[in-house]
């Protein structure tokens, strides 16, 4: 009698199991955009995966303009932006018969970072903005021995690239000889590999290139404080180039779409924004 009840009791529990894994929202998303969020987006995917095993999750980066684009086309699910979307592309969704939908997800700081040679200390926002305008050549109009400047950025394509654009140049041009590279990492890496270069990436990327980079603190202008990108100094907006993060869906999400940002802005798929190395939002 013993033994046919603890037999039916695994039977019982091997049919619970059976049932959790097959639990949860089903179906295929895809999520395009940002570079700078490509490592948090799969962060996200992986967890939500892991509590939806029968949800299949595909994650690109190719920068901000490239996933909006991919949403208004119908050929993604979520975009991802390291910027606001822009009104000319509001007004390609509207012709598409759709408003996109924004979610702030995370907020970040973009650090400016050089070769951890360079004995430069600190910058503020106008230093940043003439070097790269190109009113900044030598590191010896910032009083330090580093030679030549060489500037290196994102690509058009990109949200931090525009973002910077606007923030930080205040719309002005970026000089004609920055290196535009695809990819954030690309930047930290070239960074990391010349003496005389600067850049600027998203606080995750400089967290894990803290060791092959220096991140400099930044101050609003000549005499302020000079602040270090810190979690709490992004979240404060105390650091002076702080921005969201953000998620975009054609109108009011549903299904799977709607499941998966729910998750995003839940306590534990906030905590997947710590563990990335940006700031959660909440």
Request: hydrophobic share 40%.
């Amino acid at each position: 009698m013993f033994k046919k009840i603890a037999a039916l009791t695994l039977s019982a529990l091997m049919i619970l199991a059976t049932s959790a894994l097959g639990a949860g929202v089903s179906g295929r998303l895809v999520i395009k955009g940002s570079d700078t969020m490509l490592p948090l987006a799969n962060q996200w995917a992986e967890d939500f995966q892991k509590k939806n095993p029968r949800a299949t999750i595909s994650v690109t980066g190719g920068g901000s303009g490239v996933g909006i684009t991919a949403l208004i086309n119908g050929t993604c699910d979520i975009a991802t932006s390291s910027r606001p979307i822009e009104p000319k592309e509001v007004a390609a969704a509207r012709s598409r018969n759709f408003v996109p939908k924004e979610f702030p997800v995370a907020i970040d700081g973009i650090a400016v970072v050089v070769h951890p040679s360079n004995p430069i200390k600190s910058l503020t926002v106008d230093q940043v903005r003439d070097i790269y305008t190109g009113k900044i050549t030598n590191w010896s109009q910032l009083g330090v021995k580093a030679g030549r400047i060489v500037a290196v950025g994102r690509d058009t394509s990109s949200g931090t690239y525009k973002f910077f654009q606007e923030d930080v140049l205040k719309g002005a041009k970026y000089r004609a000889d920055m290196i535009s590279l695809p990819s954030t990492n690309a930047i930290a890496t070239t960074v990391s590999q010349d003496k005389g270069a600067i850049g600027y990436i998203g606080i995750a990327y400089a967290k894990s290139f803290a060791k092959r980079v220096k991140v400099l603190p930044i101050s609003f202008g000549k005499g302020k404080p000079a602040i270090y990108p810190s979690d709490n100094a992004i979240r404060s907006r105390q650091y002076p180039i702080s921005r969201s993060l953000f998620c975009y869906t054609r109108g009011n999400p549903t299904g799977l779409a709607k499941a998966f940002l729910d998750f995003v802005m839940s306590p534990e798929g906030q905590a997947g924004v710590r563990k990335v190395g940006y700031v959660p939002i909440k």
